[in-house]
T-cell receptor, first 116, second 114 residues
C-alpha cells in the first residue's frame, strides 16, 4: 500500500530535550516536505526536500532541522524544543518526475507534539 | 510571493443544502490548484485538483471546483451536502514548481447541521 508513515504519532516532551520525528514514504517520491498545523493558521511549510541531499527552508524553519540521506526518509529534528513548537506536524511527499509532476501531496497521519 | 485566502474559517450548512467554500490566490501566473480535505483526527487527503484543460474539476464524492483565472479564484461547491462531509477543507496553490513551495490557505471548517 502506498503510504507516508510518521513516528511517533503522539509525543509529550519537555523544553530543551532533543527529539526526532521520523517520516518515511514507499512511493519513491523525490519531493518531501514537513508542515505544521495550528488553529487559525492552517498549514505552514517548515522544510522541504527536492531529492536526496537537497533541502530548503519553507516559511517557518526556525527551531527545526531536517536531513535527506535516503530518498524514502525525511526526519524532522528539534534540537531544543520550546513550548511554541507545540503543534500538529504533517509529513508529505510527491513525485517530481517529468510527465507525472503535479505537486499532488500525499500526507502522513500526523504527529501531535506537546512541549511542556 | 504566492498567497492563498480562504475567507471563511467556518461554514455551517444544513444537511442536503448546497455549499460553496471560497478560495482566492494572489498570483495570476500559471498555477496548479488543489483542494484537500481533513476529516476529524486524520491527515489531509486530496479532494480535487486543477492542472490544465477544463476549468471545472470534479471529485468522486460530488464536490466540484471551478478555476477562474480572471478572478484568481478556485471555489469549491457541492449541490447537496451530507453529514459525512463534516471536515476541514484546505485550498492550496503551487507555482508550477517555479519555487518548489506549496502554499496552503488557513482552512475552512464545514459544519453540517442536521
Amino acid at each position: 500500500e502506498a503510504q507516508v508513515t510518521q513516528n511517533p504519532r503522539y509525543l509529550i516532551t519537555v523544553t530543551g530535550k532533543k527529539l526526532t520525528v521520523t517520516c518515511s514514504q514507499n512511493m519513491n517520491h523525490e519531493y518531501m516536505s514537513w508542515y505544521r498545523q495550528d488553529p487559525g493558521l492552517g498549514l505552514r511549510q517548515i522544510y522541504y526536500s527536492m531529492n536526496v541531499e537537497v533541502t530548503d527552508k519553507g516559511d517557518v524553519p526556525e527551531g527545526y532541522k531536517v536531513s535527506r540521506k535516503e530518498k524514502r526518509n525525511f526526519p524532522l529534528i528539534l534540537e531544543s524544543p520550546s513550548p511554541n513548537q507545540t503543534s500538529l506536524y504533517f509529513c508529505a511527499s510527491s513525485t517530481r518526475l517529468a510527465g507525472e509532476h503535479t505537486d499532488t501531496q500525499y500526507f502522513g497521519p500526523g504527529t501531535r507534539l506537546t512541549v511542556l | 510571493a504566492q498567497s492563498v485566502t480562504q475567507l471563511d474559517s467556518q461554514v455551517p450548512v444544513f444537511e442536503e443544502a448546497p455549499v460553496e467554500l471560497r478560495c482566492n490566490y494572489s498570483s495570476s501566473v500559471s498555477v496548479y490548484l488543489f483542494w484537500y480535505v481533513q476529516y476529524p483526527n486524520q491527515g489531509l487527503q486530496l479532494l480535487l485538483k486543477y492542472l490544465s484543460g477544463s476549468t471545472l474539476v470534479e471529485s468522486i464524492n460530488g464536490f466540484e471546483a471551478e478555476f477562474n483565472k480572471s478572478q484568481t479564484s478556485f471555489h469549491l461547491r457541492k449541490p447537496s451536502v451530507h453529514i459525512s462531509d463534516t471536515a476541514e477543507y484546505f485550498c492550496a496553490v503551487s507555482d508550477l514548481g517555479r519555487d518548489d513551495k506549496i502554499i496552503f490557505g488557513k482552512g475552512t471548517r464545514l459544519h453540517i447541521l442536521p
